[in-house]
């Protein structure tokens, strides 16, 4: 990917501010998946996935990367999305709630969300607050959280 296209925004997790790595204007499965990461995400999570306290989500054809590689030609990961990989790698990809945000995520990175799903709000909230990109990041978070402890 073009890294001029590339944002970065803060996450806290265990208490430490650790920088995600994305695509601008990210979609529900990489905002997800920061919030998995800020929620379950521990200090040897960390260690291993947040080099320099950077973390890449969805870009950079990392573990956490499901799109082809032109580089290498590593194939598209077809049963997964970013939010999915990084739900394995903290071990919570059983978790009920979890599970289903991950079913829900991943149709809609598809292109099957439905019109008021918390994907398709994330879609227009980016179009409509060109001047603040974080709204819809941050929006997001809070609707993400809310439904995991729900």
């Known amino acids: ?30 905002i997800f998946a920061a919030t998995l990461v800020e929620r379950y ?15 890449l989500l969805g870009v950079g054809g990392g573990e956490f990367d499901e799109h082809p590689s032109v580089k290498d030609g ?26 289903s945000a991950i079913k829900y995520v991943f149709r809609a990175d598809q292109g099957h969300d439905v019109d008021f799903g918390i ?11 060109l001047d603040d990109p974080q709204v819809a990041r941050r929006w997001a978070r809070l609707g ?3 439904k995991l402890d729900d």
Request: a negative charge; one cysteine or more.
């Open 1 to 30: 990917m073009d890294e001029s296209r590339l944002i970065e925004f803060p996450i806290m997790c265990q208490g430490l501010q650790i920088i995600v790595v994305t695509h601008e204007a990210p979609h529900g499965d990489e």
């Open 41 to 55: 995400g521990s200090l040897e999570f960390l260690e291993k996935h947040a080099k320099d306290d950077k973390i």
């Open 74 to 99: 590593t194939p598209r990961k077809e049963d997964d999305c970013c939010a999915s990989l990084v739900a394995k790698a903290l071990g919570v990809d059983g978790e009920p709630n979890v599970r």
């Open 119 to 129: 994907c398709s709000v994330i879609k227009a909230l980016h179009q409509q607050n």
């Open 144 to 146: 993400f959280m809310a």
